[in-house]
């Protein structure tokens, strides 16, 4: 085993790989695959991970991808309390569900809020966008059913932020998806860019120009939020101002580089790391990037086979790269491995577009605007510049 014992921070577990509808930059290729995780595997997953040591003080459980809320409350509430019963009392455990939103009803918010589960909707802004590429197998959008949800949200009084994913019309129409969260009472907002992953090309990554457009829209959708106040955080900005301006004594992490920092688990106990978009993929360099079965392998075996990969060693050489040569790396530490390995052909590579757009431009309109607020006759703190700049920082949710 390697000498360095990881540190689990997030554990990514795909409860079914099925998904009940049928976006049009959806990279999973399982998503027909309805197969649920017995609860067999969720004990054996957990009495290994508390087991090892090797939990961080606070894990973040993110059920995720195809659909998590096709499979009944009733999995869930069994698999909380199981993870619940084998947890040390040294460890915090937050559940977090990233959907698509329109199978939330009452049933759903009472298992949130009783649990104190981060729900996470995905929702592209009004219908013209979020039609555009989120629809039924049939071809039918999911705008309707996708805000009940929401409104059902807010109706039971569960807290909840927005996942938007952001293509090339999207970048014109800063104000029109503000104007459509204030409407609807959506105050926690993230923005994804249409990425290349899997087998979708995206037709963002292939604009030239999509840097100068991506930082007009954020400067303008973030000047506006502040002016209307009704927006309590924008992931893009309050993520960046933390990493930008934390203690010198905090060191840089990226989860997505370190082996098992991430754990990414599928609903037949199958083990990844790194990317939690690397699971389920296939490559003729890595094969399907799994490092064994929970199921039948210790963790210990696991991390053992992690850190003695091709694909641990190709993804440390682009860190070691990226530490070489990009400006940005005190911030991101490394980039995402699989946009590298989509964009550029290869882990053991720097810059992306992707990297350009969620690293690049948060930290410029940041110092940007730090400068301006430097030029005024108060030397601001770092906790006096993320005041000024977006409010009291709230705590983050799990994307």
Excluded at 73 to 87: D, G, N, V, W
Aim: charged fraction near 25%; proline fraction near 5%.
């Amino acid at each position: 085993m390697s000498p360095v014992a990881p540190e689990v921070g997030m554990v990514v577990i795909q409860p079914t790989g099925f998904c009940n509808i049928d976006c049009a930059y959806c990279y999973l290729p399982n998503r027909n695959d309805k197969h649920v995780m017995a609860q067999a595997t969720v004990k054996r997953l957990f009495s290994e991970l508390f087991s090892s040591g090797w939990a961080s003080p606070r894990i973040t459980v993110v059920w995720h991808a195809g659909e998590p809320l096709v499979v009944p409350p009733s999995f869930y509430r069994e698999a909380f309390a199981t993870i619940e019963a084998l947890r040390p009392k040294s460890v915090e455990v937050a559940h977090s569900f990233q959907t698509n939103g329109m199978l939330i009803n009452a049933e759903w918010c009472k298992l949130f809020l009783d649990w104190k589960v981060g729900v996470g909707v995905s929702i592209d802004g009004p219908r013209e966008l979020h039609d555009a590429n989120r629809r039924m197998r049939n071809g039918s959008g999911t705008f309707d059913r996708t805000l009940a949800g929401i409104r059902t949200l807010r109706r039971e009084g569960v807290p909840f932020h927005v996942i938007s994913v952001l293509g090339r019309k999207s970048l014109d129409m800063a104000d029109e998806l503000l104007d459509f969260y204030t409407e609807e009472g959506i105050d926690h907002v993230c923005f994804n860019v249409e990425e290349s992953e899997g087998s979708h090309i995206s037709e963002l990554m292939e604009e030239a120009d999509r840097q100068v457009r991506y930082a007009a829209f954020l400067r303008r959708f973030w000047h506006r939020a502040r002016e209307n106040g009704r927006i309590q955080f924008v992931r893009e900005i309050d993520l960046a101002i933390q990493r930008i301006f934390r203690p010198e004594e905090v060191a840089t992490r990226n989860i997505q580089t370190e082996p098992l920092a991430m754990l990414n688990v599928d609903s037949r106990g199958n083990v990844s790391s790194f990317s939690p978009e690397l699971l389920g993929l296939r490559n003729v360099d890595y094969g399907d990037y799994l490092f064994g079965n929970i199921d039948r392998d210790s963790l210990a075996k696991i991390h053992d086979n992690c850190v003695r990969s091709a694909l641990m060693r190709d993804i440390q050489a682009g860190v070691d790269a990226c530490a070489a040569t990009c400006d940005y790396f005190s911030v991101c530490g490394g980039g995402a491995p699989v946009n590298k390995l989509s964009e550029n052909g290869s882990f053991a590579s720097t810059d992306t577009g992707y990297c350009a757009l969620t690293q690049k431009v948060p930290t410029d309109l940041i110092l940007e605007a730090y400068d301006q607020l430097e030029r005024g006759t108060v030397e601001p703190s770092p906790t006096m510049m993320a005041t000024a700049l977006t409010g009291p920082l709230p705590v983050s949710r799990t994307p």
